[in-house]
């Protein structure tokens, strides 16, 4: 059984650019979630993906959008960085209907 | 909306202490709460998960504890380790199966050789 695995780990974007990250989710899970942590803070809900579609959405503008492929993988896309976008996102994946969450290992994003 | 608070912020330890770790929420209607380890820059690990149907569960040298009426778990780990040294992050869900997780910021533990 695979766990959840994300990539890339790092990266370093310009402010104004676009970027996707990648989360492969755990082996039976349906659904996926991605959150956004800021230093010292703790994991902020961005939204979930459940089926192929979006179940559920935390306070994030647009500019945050995500898919979920048929294999259950999903993508997350931010565009136009802005300097506060810099954070570890981390993606969770779950069997919806049950209650326990796994994390990859999270990336790191620098925009500067 | 849950709010999730956790007390206190940083701790430090010697080897060997019985310690506990205080996580608050402000709606008792959860599904369930959920501890989780963080090392420096990693993502987490799940530790326990209590549904909203049990008091306690246990792992290892962890106990965690749920009481929904006062709003409050709390997790265990006896006789501490340098190894245990992370951030423990508590999360509840309030609505079913796979909802969202809401966070409190962490309490970031130091036990001392």
């Known amino acids: 059984e695979t766990g959840v695995t994300q990539s890339p780990t790092h990266l370093i974007k310009t402010r104004g650019q676009q970027v996707t990250l990648r989360c492969s989710s755990q082996s039976g899970h349906n659904t996926v979630s991605w959150y956004q942590q800021a230093l010292g803070q703790g994991p902020q809900f961005i939204f979930q993906?459940?089926?192929?579609?979006?179940?559920g959405r935390g306070n994030f503008p647009p500019r945050f959008s995500g898919l979920q492929f048929p294999n259950y993988s999903s993508e997350l896309n931010v565009n136009a960085l802005e300097l506060d976008d810099s954070a570890l996102y981390l993606c969770?994946?779950?069997?919806?209907?049950?209650?326990?969450?796994?994390f990859g290992q999270g990336t790191r994003l620098t925009v500067v | 909306k849950q709010e999730v608070t956790q007390i206190p912020a940083a701790l430090s330890v010697p080897e060997g202490e019985n310690l506990v770790l205080n996580c608050s929420f402000t709606?008792?209607?959860?599904?369930?709460l959920q501890w989780f380890r963080q090392d420096p820059g990693k993502g987490l690990t799940s530790l326990l998960l209590i549904q909203s149907s049990q008091r306690e569960q246990t792992s290892g040298r962890l106990n965690a504890s749920l009481d929904k009426s006062s709003g409050r778990s709390t997790l265990y780990i006896a006789a501490s380790q340098p190894g245990d040294s992370a951030t423990y992050l508590c999360a509840s869900t309030t609505q079913g199966g796979s909802e969202k997780l809401v966070f409190g910021k962490g309490t970031k533990l130091t036990v001392n050789p």
């Open positions: 709606d008792s209607a959860i599904y369930n």
């Open positions: 993906y459940y089926r192929e579609e979006e179940n």
């Open positions: 969770a994946s779950s069997q919806q209907g049950l209650a326990e969450a796994f």
